[in-house]
């Protein structure tokens, strides 16, 4: 009597396709974020490099950030059209070349031209990643993958600082710059070639190409208020982020007294237990509602933020607050990415993913002025209230945004 091949072999065969598929796009989105933090630890030497001011350097982030923002949604357009590896090569060997060239340069605005292209090449990482995976994965292993995804990128920032001091050290901020870059071509590379196998094209229907009325549809989707209501979420859930990343540690000095050096453990605490969270985010999803999940972490971090704006903390209350907060925001993280997929039609997702992160940008140009301006104006409390109020919000928009958009 024969036996038919045991379904488990089968299982086992999509998990190790779907492992590949989340290693090749987590490796793009661990260069992705690299490349956003090059430059920031190597900052006072290139201004003194090019003797310029720390206003005209910073001239080179905001470039790279307004031409993330522009590139995104139209990156979505053609990863979806194309297919998603060879927008990813495409911007994987721009963003390499475009570092590379800035370590090269001796003209100034000829560098801020470079980091302009390496905004424009970082666009493409979350729209062709989250149509890659969103694709290509089982839905039964994607809020796995969304977390690995996720964290992934969260490593490429944490290494970014250190790496480029060490390099800086060794072979000066211009080698730094080229070495970098070496990772991101050779990826760039590997996906070219190698990667045909792990993330084939799936072409659209050539009739539906290209034409007037996929342009119409495209906007009719991007406008719908599901969608809009998603984005929304995005740039609440970035003003989140940013306020605690970035203003947190001055604020618990500024707040209650706090020695920097306790703030500082504050936020460390913060940032580890969110990569923490991240990867165990992934594993509810599927058997808990990600609605019900985003909702239960806004909820937590809204709470402790609001204990931290208007109560008298010390420093270990602040790390279990701030460690809490980081926690439940990293969890939700994997839940938010399937709310989106949920609502976004088939063949959509890379648009749908450029468009909604773009409310990331978004609150990257208003956020600082928020909260510098509540520094400024002596009210540091004000920034875990603001982080607390953008949290709240962001569940109405996750209780108004489940309804899935029809396709076509």
């Not at 947190?248 to 913060?270: F, M, N, R």
Request: hydrophobic content about 55%.
């Amino acid at each position: 009597m024969t036996e038919s091949r045991p379904p488990l072999d089968a299982a086992a065969d999509g998990r190790a396709a779907d492992m590949r598929v989340v290693m090749a796009v987590s490796a793009a989105h661990f260069v992705s974020h690299y490349y956003i933090l090059a430059l920031p630890p190597v900052f006072e030497m290139v201004r003194a490099s090019f003797a310029v001011s720390y206003t005209e350097l910073g001239l080179a982030l905001v470039v790279f950030n307004v031409a993330c923002a522009a590139g995104q949604t139209p990156a979505g357009v053609l990863a979806d059209r194309i297919g998603a590896r060879r927008v990813l090569v495409a911007g994987l060997a721009l963003g390499g070349l475009a570092l590379a060239g800035a370590g090269l340069v001796s003209s100034f605005w000829l560098f801020v031209v470079l980091f302009g292209l390496g905004g424009l090449a970082n666009a493409v990482y979350h729209p062709a990643d989250y149509a890659a995976l969103s694709e290509r994965i089982a839905p039964e292993r994607i809020g796995r993958a969304y977390s690995i995804h996720t964290f992934a990128g969260m490593m490429g920032g944490a290494v970014a600082p250190p790496l480029m001091l060490f390099l800086d050290s060794q072979i000066g901020w211009r080698g730094a710059f080229v070495a970098s870059a070496l990772p991101g071509l050779a990826l760039a590379a590997w996906l070219a070639l190698a990667g045909r196998s792990i993330l084939p094209v799936t072409p659209r229907p050539t009739a539906a190409r290209g034409t007037a009325a996929e342009a119409s549809g495209s906007v009719r989707l991007l406008t719908s208020p599901v969608i809009l209501l998603n984005f929304v979420f995005f740039a609440l859930f970035a003003v989140f982020q940013l306020g605690l990343q970035t203003y947190s540690a001055v604020a618990l000095v500024a707040a209650h007294g706090l020695p920097l050096a306790a703030a500082s453990l504050a936020l460390t605490a913060y940032l580890l237990a969110s990569a923490i969270g991240v990867l165990l985010g992934g594993l509810p999803v599927g058997r808990i509602s990600p609605a019900g999940l985003t909702i239960a972490g806004m909820l937590v971090v809204a709470a402790c933020t609001v204990a931290l704006g208007i109560g008298t903390v010390g420093t270990v209350a602040a790390v279990l607050l701030l460690g809490l907060a980081g926690l439940a925001g990293g969890m939700t993280m994997p839940a938010r990415d399937m709310i989106v997929r949920a609502v976004t039609p088939p063949g959509a997702f890379g648009k749908v993913f450029g468009f909604v992160t773009t409310g990331f940008n978004l609150a990257g140009v208003l956020g600082p002025l928020l909260f510098g301006l509540l520094m400024d104006h002596g009210r540091p409390g004000g920034v875990f209230l603001v982080v607390a109020g953008a949290c709240l919000l962001s569940i109405l928009t996750v209780l108004g945004g489940r309804k899935p958009v029809a396709a076509g």
